[in-house]
């Protein structure tokens, strides 16, 4: 028989009073959580918008058309691909940034998120607070490459700097726009080796290359995918990589840092974001739906993997660390250099 205790009598009514507080303070909050996870789990209810700020079929503009039927197979509504190139990509993700509808997404190669409001003070957004970060969907390493013709046959990355230097103000390099990194790593360039040179910039790679290869311009911080078929013909040379070791694609070129250049080695990326408004949760679903598409379908890869292009789908913290590093790096420049958007 047990025997009663005045103790446990007085003390139990507690507990059981907390608990009764909890469950009907559960009960209310279960008709909002509810409404949150079916708002969750029936995005999208329309098509998805996916700006991107580089012309059809260059950057990033393969990958987003390999990854947009996966996207639409996971999410059941189309993901309609719309370049809207200009403006270093700042045309594109401004678009991104005032969109209210949560059906607008973005792909951007980094300076509209990171150093845009740097170069362009009365810019319509701020880089650091207009956006919700989604996936880095690849990097890869710049390749420094020139007009064959324009210097002498078997001209290495000395030879071309001497020449720019006995040639103070003829020569030009292109550029995919104002507060790039195609841009800013070559102001820095320019500034550490005393060099002038005139800034030409463009709306893409393609148009650039072309341009770079005609002789139109002699100098250009290219990417492999744009460079590799000039180089192979003879028509561009390349004379140094980025990154922090030669690339398998590239490996006769030697980088910055083997040639002495005082320069720590710097990527072109490419991400997807959202308007800052965009739900976390819905970020994350797309980032594991990009994740699977890249390391299970080569054309959702969009033949970047085969250009040199380091492949990569990852979630939405490390695009935002990648963002906020990109931007004390190129912002400190930009600062240093007195550079603005008209540059």
Sequence with gaps: MDTFSPQLATTQPA???MSRRRLVASLCAMPALGGIALAQSNWPTRPVRLLLGQPAG????PMARGLAPHLSAAFGQPFV????PGAGGTAAAAAVARADDEHTLGIVLGGPTTTAK???PNLSYDPATAFRSISLLNRSSFVLT???????PGARFADVIDQARAQPGRLSYASIGPGTVTHLAMEELKAT???DIVHVPYRGFPQASLDLAAGRCQLMFNVAAAAAEHIAAGRLVGIAQTGATRTSFL???PTLQELKVP???FFGWSGMIAPASFPEAMARRLATVIRSALATDPAARGGLDRSGSEVLGTDPEELQRLQETEARRWNAVIARLGLRATE
Excluded: T, Y
Excluded at 58 to 61: H, I, K, L, P, T
Excluded at 81 to 84: C, G, K, L, P, R
Excluded at 146 to 152: C, E, I, K, Q, T
């Design 58 to 61: 260059s950057g990033s503009d």
């Design 193 to 195: 080796l005393n060099l």
């Design 146 to 152: 020139v007009h064959a013709g324009s210097f002498s």
């Design 81 to 84: 691909i719309e370049n809207m």
């Design 263 to 265: 320069s720590a080695p």
């Design 15 to 17: 507990p059981r009073a």
């Design 251 to 253: 490996p006769d070129i």
């Design 118 to 120: 740097a170069m362009n």
